[in-house]
């Protein structure tokens, strides 16, 4: 009996010699993986921080880059705009300088304006004074050697009205394309202003055969003779315009007196003064209208 026993005392060490361990060396290799597996993430990681960390500063300097480009422009910009400020600067003193030459030339220019036309009304005052005791003949042919001082006392006496050659101040035919018109100045306002009146009292009481060259004498075809004041240039002008206004806007009367223009529009109205081409626009305007 008592061997057994020390057969199974013995067979303790066997079994701790013979005992299976590969569960142990399992756990071990296990360990030394997860070691190596850690190793290699960390590495991982590191390299990707790394790359992370070389791409954001390659963004970094780029981002520094176009922020030193921004910061150039920005200066360049502020140059710019401070030349532009300066020119505008520049601009606006030179256009308030030639503002004022301006506003002093319109004042100027409308100084002369008025001078101007004080000048040219004394000098049509002086004309008209000039021409006040001229009379116009016109439509009487040149008949060569004519002695015109008789032409004009014939025609006085045709009219009616005594003449002495004294009354003829100058009287001279124009060198006109067709040469029939003669200018008698005489002595007097009166003396040119009787011719004209009788000529006119002649035509009313003969509508039908009007003043014309039989009267006078001519031999030929029988012309009508017109006889009016000798009016300065801005005067006949405006008695032209006056004369288109009679005929195309309803003016009945349209006549000359001392130089001066006159229209009526009917028998009953009051004669109107023409002073100006504004004015006969003016008047043509309102006849539109009415």
């Given at each position: 009996m008592g061997t057994p026993i020390d057969n199974k005392s013995m067979s303790n060490p066997d079994l701790s010699d013979n005992a299976d361990t590969s569960n142990v060396n399992v756990r071990k290799r296990k360990n030394r993986l997860d070691f190596d597996d850690m190793t290699s993430l960390q590495s991982d990681i590191r390299e990707m921080l790394n790359n992370f960390k070389a791409d954001r500063d390659a963004q970094n300097t780029k981002l520094y880059a176009a922020i030193d480009d921004l910061k150039a422009q920005n200066k360049e910009i502020i140059k710019t705009n401070s030349k532009i400020e300066k020119i505008l600067e520049d601009t606006t003193l030179l256009y308030n300088k030639l503002n004022d030459k301006y506003e002093k030339m319109s004042t100027?220019?409308?100084?002369?304006?008025?001078?101007?036309?004080?000048?040219?009304?004394?000098?049509?005052?002086?004309?008209?004074?000039?021409?006040?005791?001229?009379?116009?003949?016109?439509?009487?042919?040149?008949?060569?050697?004519?002695?015109?001082?008789?032409?004009?006392?014939?025609?006085?006496?045709?009219?009616?009205?005594?003449?002495?050659?004294?009354?003829?101040?100058?009287?001279?035919?124009?060198?006109?394309?067709?040469?029939?018109?003669?200018?008698?100045?005489?002595?007097?306002?009166?003396?040119?202003?009787?011719?004209?009146?009788?000529?006119?009292?002649?035509?009313?009481?003969?509508?039908?055969?009007?003043?014309?060259?039989?009267?006078?004498?001519?031999?030929?075809?029988?012309?009508?003779?017109?006889?009016?004041?000798?009016?300065?240039?801005?005067?006949?002008?405006?008695?032209?315009?006056?004369?288109?206004?009679?005929?195309?806007?309803?003016?009945?009367?349209?006549?000359?007196?001392?130089?001066?223009?006159?229209?009526?529009?009917?028998?009953?109205?009051?004669?109107?003064?023409?002073k100006s081409e504004q004015q006969i626009e003016a008047l043509k305007a309102a006849s539109v209208c009415q």
């Amino acid at each position: 009996m008592g061997t057994p026993i020390d057969n199974k005392s013995m067979s303790n060490p066997d079994l701790s010699d013979n005992a299976d361990t590969s569960n142990v060396n399992v756990r071990k290799r296990k360990n030394r993986l997860d070691f190596d597996d850690m190793t290699s993430l960390q590495s991982d990681i590191r390299e990707m921080l790394n790359n992370f960390k070389a791409d954001r500063d390659a963004q970094n300097t780029k981002l520094y880059a176009a922020i030193d480009d921004l910061k150039a422009q920005n200066k360049e910009i502020i140059k710019t705009n401070s030349k532009i400020e300066k020119i505008l600067e520049d601009t606006t003193l030179l256009y308030n300088k030639l503002n004022d030459k301006y506003e002093k030339m319109s004042t100027e220019h409308d100084n002369a304006m008025i001078k101007i036309n004080s000048l040219e009304e004394q000098v049509e005052a002086l004309q008209r004074a000039q021409s006040a005791a001229m009379v116009e003949i016109r439509n009487i042919p040149d008949t060569g050697n004519e002695d015109l001082s008789n032409l004009i006392a014939v025609m006085h006496g045709s009219l009616g009205l005594s003449f002495s050659p004294n009354n003829l101040k100058h009287v001279r035919r124009l060198k006109t394309a067709h040469k029939k018109q003669i200018i008698a100045e005489f002595q007097t306002v009166q003396q040119g202003t009787a011719l004209l009146q009788a000529v006119k009292e002649y035509n009313k009481l003969h509508p039908d055969n009007k003043f014309n060259t039989l009267n006078l004498n001519i031999e030929g075809e029988k012309q009508l003779v017109y006889v009016s004041e000798s009016l300065t240039p801005r005067a006949r002008k405006l008695h032209y315009f006056a004369r288109d206004l009679r005929k195309n806007h309803n003016y009945k009367h349209c006549w000359t007196r001392q130089g001066n223009v006159f229209v009526k529009q009917t028998d009953t109205s009051q004669p109107i003064l023409i002073k100006s081409e504004q004015q006969i626009e003016a008047l043509k305007a309102a006849s539109v209208c009415q």
